[in-house]
């Protein structure tokens, strides 16, 4: 099935750094999310945009979607040791019902304390 | 704990074996989702339901994988005659009316199956 590119694969990042993923596809969405996956646990959803252009903030996470609507960016600022985890982006594209995700490659995070 | 719980967590089978996955959604919620995950993948869409109707199904979802809910609760999902290629984590999620549409799931911790 389709998967969605993310990139970097991975990222080793010392504590205290901001960190920058993104995102792109050859589809248009309706809305972009990024879900954090955590080893031996299901993904949670950590931030969603609805609107081209759309930039939306959770704590220390920025995330953008773009205007093309083929393509977000995840900012994560100043990293502690629990960031660490797999980030992947989810696009939907609104069929008439249900929450039927495509999902990215993901970006391994690891920081260094 | 009241969310989304997947039974069993492991399962090793043999090539050829039927296996079962069961999943309870939080309680409430009316849609529920599996999705497959293999090892260094996003997780790939299969099938949802809601409530006890089953609105789509993936091309990845081959004859030998079938998946009900019967009574619009819990779901199975069993896999026939498995072949190594089967071998993933398989995710349920579910999904409240309030949030149909918003992207929004909230996932179990999956079951891992290893076919030999």
């Known amino acids: 099935g389709q998967q969605l590119n993310q990139s970097p694969q991975s990222m080793f990042i010392q504590e205290g750094e901001d960190v920058s993923m993104n995102c792109t596809s050859s589809?248009?969405?309706?809305?972009w999310l990024w879900y954090k996956q955590d080893p031996g646990e299901g993904p949670v959803l950590l931030i969603a945009?609805?609107?081209?252009?759309e930039l939306t903030s959770n704590g220390r996470l920025t995330a953008q979607f773009g205007i093309t609507r083929k393509d977000s960016f995840l900012n994560i600022s100043a990293s502690i040791p629990s960031d660490v985890g797999i980030y992947f982006c989810a696009g939907q594209i609104l069929t008439g019902g249900g929450n039927k995700l495509t999902f990215g490659t993901g970006t391994q995070l690891k920081v260094e304390l | 704990d009241t969310g989304v719980s997947q039974d069993p967590r492991h399962k090793i089978t043999k090539r050829g074996q039927n296996v079962t996955f069961r999943c309870d959604p939080i309680s409430e919620h009316n849609r529920l989702y599996w999705y497959r995950q293999t090892l260094g993948q996003g997780p790939e869409f299969l099938t949802y339901?809601?409530?006890?109707?089953?609105?789509?199904k993936s091309r990845l979802l081959s004859d030998r994988f079938s998946a009900e809910r019967p009574k619009g609760s819990f779901s199975t999902l069993e896999i026939q005659r498995t072949e190594q290629g089967d071998s993933a984590m398989y995710l349920c999620a579910s999904s409240p009316p309030t949030t149909a549409n918003t992207g929004e799931l909230f996932f179990g911790e999956g079951s891992r199956l290893t076919v030999l």
């Open positions: 589809s248009i969405f309706n809305t």
């Open positions: 945009l609805y609107k081209a252009g």
């Open positions: 339901f809601q409530n006890e109707a089953q609105l789509e």
